[in-house]
């Protein structure tokens, strides 16, 4: 049975489109019907963007007909988290604080995707601000995990509607950003592929920043040869040449230290199973202690003290000017950083160089270093609405492990690696930095061992 358009790949829709199967117009059609129909509330785009959607979509038939398509994704349907830039449209970063804020200009990554014939479905919701892990945000909207139908749980964030598009079918793949796992939380989370690319890699102009120094722009997509496609359309480069990758001879570290503390037991269970699976694939995985990531966690919180203080340096004014319009969890994680000393966050800057340092030594040799991606399933939303002791614990711990990959300004992949009940997953490659194709190489080659 052929499956439906809005559960067919990225690269198969364009496939579709480059072969006259499918016509653009119809296609953003079919994705902008299915948000009105299954999106009411607004809960996973808090803004779509039919104009636009629409006449993108025209554009790309008139360019399928003349045999002139852009790209491999020419006319394939995408949402956008709300903290990058659109041209004449509200984007607020998920908080009151911007409701008024329309920007002259798209961000440089979506005229790079407008350029290569990306259809703009719409704003997707996240965390305010882009300052958590779990994507809870009761005023400007929070959906579902796609995975729970009985229980309603978290769906992960910052890039919480733009996983939740994804994986409801409103969008053919999403883009999101990643400060400390913001791509990889809702993409384990909700069973997808999420790429967390190395800082300075893909342009930020336009993008509304959290901590300036790190954030990083990446694609939520079904399967890693779709979040290939997307990074070279945001890089304005060539996609990774994925024909023939094996696991065969790949060098793997699995740290014995550090990244499996406080790991539920189901998702131990599902990373277990999957490392002997890529065993017996013929990689070689090497198990032993990463000093490097004890050396982090000496640190304790003084890595996310220093997060906040820069924080709080890009949004004091706004945030003291109306503090009531925020998100309580949210604005106390912003006023950590409010009194913290200018010295001591600049040591921690150069202790976390000097580890970071360290890492690349231990690791070198290695494709990748693996992990869980996250130590936990998302949690009930009923346990975090209110903020308090059992929000802050389960949002450090979402991002226990994927903050490893910025604060130590890595690469990172995410994809599934098996349910644990009806829950998915994740399975996360960290690479060196600026090492994306490569990983990405990797990615597909893992992806699938795991779906064999």
């Known amino acids: 049975m052929a499956l439906a358009w809005h559960e067919m790949t990225a690269l198969d829709l364009g496939a579709g489109i480059g072969s006259g199967a499918i016509d653009p117009v119809a296609l953003a059609e079919h994705f902008l019907?299915?948000?009105?129909?299954?999106?009411p509330d607004r809960a996973v785009y808090l803004r779509p963007t039919p104009e636009r959607a629409r006449a993108e979509a025209h554009a790309a038939r008139a360019r399928a007909k003349a045999g002139r398509r852009v790209s491999a994704l020419d006319g394939v349907p995408i949402s956008w988290k709300d903290l990058f830039d659109t041209a004449g449209i509200t984007t607020t970063a998920g908080s009151p604080l911007l409701a008024d804020r329309v920007p002259a200009a798209d961000a440089t990554v979506l005229a790079r995707?407008?350029?290569?014939?990306?259809?703009?479905?719409?704003?997707?919701?996240?965390?305010?601000?882009?300052?958590?892990?779990?994507?809870?945000?009761?005023?400007?909207?929070?959906?579902?995990n796609a995975h729970?139908?009985?229980?309603?749980?978290?769906p992960g964030g910052s890039s919480?509607?733009?996983?939740a598009s994804v994986a409801y079918g409103l969008a053919a793949g999403a883009i999101g950003s990643d400060t400390g796992g913001s791509v990889r939380v809702p993409a384990a989370w909700q069973g997808l592929v999420g790429l967390k690319t190395t800082y300075g890699v893909l342009p930020l102009a336009g993008a509304v920043p959290l901590w300036p120094d790190v954030d990083t722009v990446g694609p939520l997509a079904r399967t890693v040869a779709d979040a290939n496609a997307l990074f070279a359309v945001l890089d304005a480069g060539k996609a990774a040449d994925l024909a023939g990758a094996r696991l065969a001879g790949a060098r793997l570290l699995v740290p014995t230290n550090y990244v499996w503390a406080d790991v539920e037991t189901a998702i131990e269970t599902a990373v277990e199973a999957a490392l002997e699976r890529l065993?017996?694939?013929g990689a070689l995985v090497t198990r032993r202690p990463v000093n490097a990531l004890d050396e982090l966690a000496a640190l304790g919180p003084l890595p996310a003290q220093l997060m906040s203080s820069e924080a709080y340096a890009v949004w004091r004014e706004a945030l003291e000017a109306h503090p009531e319009r925020v998100y309580k969890p949210i604005l106390e994680r912003f006023r950590v950083g409010k009194d913290q000393n200018a010295a001591a966050?600049?040591?921690?800057?150069?202790?976390?160089a000097a580890i970071a340092a360290n890492y690349l030594d231990e690791t070198a040799g290695y494709a990748a270093v693996v992990m869980p991606t996250t130590p936990i399933l998302p949690p009930p939303l009923a346990t975090l609405w209110d903020g308090g002791e059992t929000y802050l614990a389960k949002n450090m711990l979402s991002l226990r492990n994927t903050r490893i990959g910025?604060?130590?300004?890595?690469?990172?992949?995410?994809?599934?690696?098996?349910?644990?009940?009806?829950?998915?997953?994740?399975?996360?490659?960290?690479?060196?930095?600026?090492?994306?194709?490569?990983?990405?190489?990797?990615?597909?080659?893992?992806?699938?061992?795991?779906?064999?």
Do not use: F, Q
Not at 160 to 163: D, F, I, K, Q
Not at 345 to 352: C, D, E, K, N, Y
């Open 33 to 39: 019907d299915r948000i009105a129909r299954h999106d």
């Open 113 to 144: 995707a407008t350029r290569a014939g990306l259809i703009c479905l719409g704003k997707t919701t996240m965390t305010e601000l882009a300052y958590s892990g779990l994507g809870v945000n009761p005023t400007m909207g929070t959906p579902r």
């Open 148 to 154: 729970d139908t009985a229980t309603p749980r978290a």
């Open 160 to 163: 919480s509607g733009a996983a």
């Open 279 to 281: 065993g017996r694939a």
């Open 345 to 352: 966050m600049i040591a921690i800057r150069h202790r976390l």
């Open 406 to 452: 910025n604060v130590l300004e890595l690469c990172a992949l995410t994809l599934p690696c098996g349910p644990a009940g009806a829950l998915p997953v994740g399975l996360m490659l960290l690479a060196h930095p600026r090492t994306e194709r490569a990983l990405l190489r990797l990615g597909v080659a893992v992806e699938k061992c795991l779906k064999s």
